[in-house]
């Protein structure tokens, strides 16, 4: 059974920083990972897809690379910014043939300013 | 940008009673999703629907829950007796392909059983 895990949990940094989230997938059979952004009381948005073929993906100040063999993701945010305040959630599809996605329990970033 | 549009945001209802919450997904995307989220866990999935007809559910989709796409445009979740720990938020999300593509999630309907 797939089990997502996003460390660390919570994350407070000083505007400007550059950071690193981190997401670990226990069967490295994904389809598709994704990254989300969900602000409180809201939706989520999703930021990047990364395909099982791919190694990374970028938009703006985003990159999110995957290595499906040791079940890792990273997303990697440059410069921050209190607008990037939000909690990050990384989600994937297995190979199965199956639809859903396993969300991670979330990193909860805080950007001081 | 398109959206997904859900109503209402906010529900209260009494154990027992029958809900419907409802979604508008994107008008050219043809994979619907319901995922709901108690408050300080998981977002976890319910139900995909494709083709008129539930394509896979999770063991949380029991009896009491049920999905529809009455018209060409909304996509409802029907809950007909509703229990305590229904309580959570209820997202829908669509997508344009097979399912593995981009997600694009409602803001979300707010559901309290008391």
């Known amino acids: 059974k797939q089990e997502v895990t996003q460390i660390p949990a919570a994350l407070s940094v000083p505007e400007g920083e550059n950071l690193v989230l981190n997401c670990s997938f226990t069967?490295?059979?994904?389809?598709?990972l994704q990254w989300f952004r969900q602000d409180p009381g809201k939706g989520l948005t999703s930021l990047l897809l990364?395909?099982?073929?791919?190694r990374e993906q970028t938009s703006g100040r985003l990159n999110a690379s995957l290595d499906k063999s040791s079940g890792r993701s990273t997303l990697y945010i440059a410069a921050s910014q209190p607008g990037d305040s939000a909690t990050y959630l990384c989600a994937v599809t297995s190979t199965s043939g199956t639809y859903k996605y396993i969300f991670g329990t979330g990193t909860r970033l805080k950007v001081l300013a | 940008e398109p959206e997904v549009t859900q109503t209402p945001s906010h529900q209260v209802t009494q154990m027992g009673q029958e809900v419907i919450l409802r979604c508008v997904p994107i008008?050219?995307?043809?994979?619907f999703y319901w995922y709901r989220q108690i408050l300080g866990q998981k977002v976890e999935f319910l139900v995909s629907f494709y083709n008129n007809e539930i394509s896979e559910k999770s063991e949380i989709f029991d009896d009491q829950f049920s999905v529809e796409r009455p018209d060409g445009s909304n996509f409802t979740l029907k809950i007909r007796s509703t229990k305590l720990e229904d309580s959570a938020m209820y997202f829908c999300?669509?997508?344009?392909?097979?399912?593995?593509?981009?997600?694009?999630f409602g803001s979300g309907t707010q559901l309290s059983v008391l």
């Open positions: 990364i395909q099982s073929s791919q």
């Open positions: 999300a669509s997508s344009e392909d097979r399912g593995h593509e981009k997600l694009f």
């Open positions: 008008s050219n995307h043809l994979y």
């Open positions: 069967d490295s059979a994904i389809y598709n």
